[in-house]
């Protein structure tokens, strides 16, 4: 099943296993992760446990006797920890209804974060081969998920596919000033004490950031590979029971992050690929709330990210991950609504998303004809018979005198020469945006072709723009559209925040399983005074109100 983050993938095959005899088995690549999820099930009274390197032998040795006792109806277990002989022995001897494949893009080696012992559960259908097999992803591409299939030995499977746009995201991107510092101060300024990630490309950065924020009067932490593990969970703790507002993060905050108030999510530079940008931008408004996101990025992230490829041996994945950072480059700096270019890259439609991202919105702001330029490159191309790519095309048209150049004969074209007015920088703009306008198009080896529209712009019966900004003339102005909400007492609200926020202390879980945000605003709404009127309120059930009705109750009251 591939679902957005946030879209309900846990849900999915907890509810069912509640209906079910026996045990489920989840596969899940993070001891943080699996914490998080036994800690919220055992919140509602579901028998849930864990085994891993954090445990002691005498815990282990607990949750293996309760699964033997037939006490569990969930059991997490690392891909890791499953490939071991004596585990296979041990679910060998239990009731197990299925086994569920979390971040199961982790199998594939054509995904964003292939690990070795992922690849290894392919062999759960030998040794359970009458037993139902589960994969959930919120990033699959269409390469990615046969892959999945394939690995996982599953013969005519159901697939099921969810939309990849969430209207609750507003998503905009915009090229980084100096260490755009300045940009995002200006960013959260329009998100005073809401909670948030920012992702930053280095341990170092993650440090400097957050104490550059500290001194601002925000409150954060760093979150890295470089701090000790027991560091990283307090921060982690900290972070989700609301007692600071941003984590500074580098990717090693990642996978299944399951705080659902995160208001806004800030790349400090260029994610890797699609896939990491679009499952880190999911951590935000996981609750249905309006949240926003922004990209800053410039040439020089394309630069670092290329340098480390040069360690990669195999040619073919090498290849494979320079055209993802290509693929991730031209999402940023298009023009094309940021929704629609993730829609297609996971193999979906949609039309444009028309207000929830900064494309969209800011459509019409300053734009530049590029009539006489387009011309000038479909002419190129059709005078060297659409045979040779971008750089080529470019070369002729600023004069170059490469060899290649004059021993074409290319020195003796009318196009030659004509197009020195632009850097070559401008020419590769104007270039994408022909190719997002499907005036031309690429062929094999990257060879650029016309279409049918490029008739029509020789022709001048079809004109050309681009966003000034593209090619440096402007410098854009971007206005945020808020979703409309309902209205709620903002004091009270922050009272039933402190409240949740005490309760979560007292239990040791997170704050959002009490109560996510939107909860807490629908009761600063409504201000229900009994049980009954609480128990109308969106979000609040029986179990949650006999776990924390009356608290808020009183809150509401006192107020």
Sequence with gaps: ??????????????????????LTIVISPLIALMQDQVAALQAQKIAASMISSAQSAQEVSDVIQNAKDGVLKFLYLSP???????????????????????????????????????????????????????AF????????????????????????????????????????????????????????????????????KAEELSTFLNQNGYKSLPYHAGLPQHVREQNFKIFVNDKINIMVATIAF?????????RFVVHMSLPKSQENYYQEIGRAGRDGEDSETLLLFNAGDMV???????????????HHLE???????????????????????????????????????????????ITKEAQMILSAIYKTNQSFGKNYIIDILRGSKEQKILTNGADKLSVYNIGIHLSKKEWFVIVERLLELHIVQLGEYS??????????????????????????????????????????????FEKLREKRAQLASEKGVPAYIIFNDKTLKHLANEMPTTKEEMLEVNGVGEKKFVQFGEAFLKVIEEF
């Excluded at 690990?115 to 139902?132: M, Q, S, V």
């Excluded at 299939?149 to 980084?176: C, Y």
């Design 137 to 204: 992803t919120a990033t699959s591409t269409d390469t990615v998920t046969h892959d999945i299939l394939h690995q996982l030995r599953l013969h005519n499977p159901v697939t099921l596919k969810g939309k990849i746009f969430r209207k609750n995201i507003f998503i905009s991107a915009e090229r980084r000033i100096t260490n755009g510092y300045t940009q995002l101060k200006n960013f959260l300024f329009r998100h005073q004490n809401e909670s948030g990630i920012i992702y930053v490309s280095s341990r170092k």
């Design 254 to 262: 990642g996978m299944g992050i399951d705080k659902s108030d995160i």
């Design 1 to 22: 099943m591939i679902l957005p983050t946030g879209g309900g993938k846990s849900l999915v095959y907890q509810l069912p296993t509640m209906m079910m005899d026996g």
């Design 447 to 492: 060879v650029l072709h016309l279409t049918q529209d490029a008739i029509s712009v020789l022709k001048s019966q079809k004109s050309v723009d681009i966003k000034a900004s593209r090619l440096q003339i402007d410098t854009k102005t971007k206005k945020i559209k808020q979703v409309e909400s309902f209205d709620y007492d903002k004091d009270l």
């Design 80 to 134: 890791e920890r499953l490939n071991n002989g004596s585990t296979l022995q041990l679910l060998l001897q239990l009731n197990i209804n299925f086994f569920v494949i979390d971040e199961a893009h982790c199998i594939s080696q054509w995904g964003h974060e292939f690990r070795d012992d992922y690849r290894a559960l392919g062999n759960l259908k030998e040794y359970f081969p009458h037993t139902t097999v589960a």
């Design 304 to 318: 670092q990210h290329k340098h480390f490829l040069h360690e990669i041996q195999n040619e073919e994945y090498k």
């Design 323 to 369: 055209q993802k950072l290509d693929q991730i480059y031209k999402y940023a700096t298009s023009e094309i609504c940021f929704h629609k270019q993730l829609a297609s890259y996971f193999h979906d439609s949609m039309e444009s998303c028309q207000d929830r991202c900064d494309n969209c919105l800011n459509f019409d702001a300053a734009r530049q004809d």
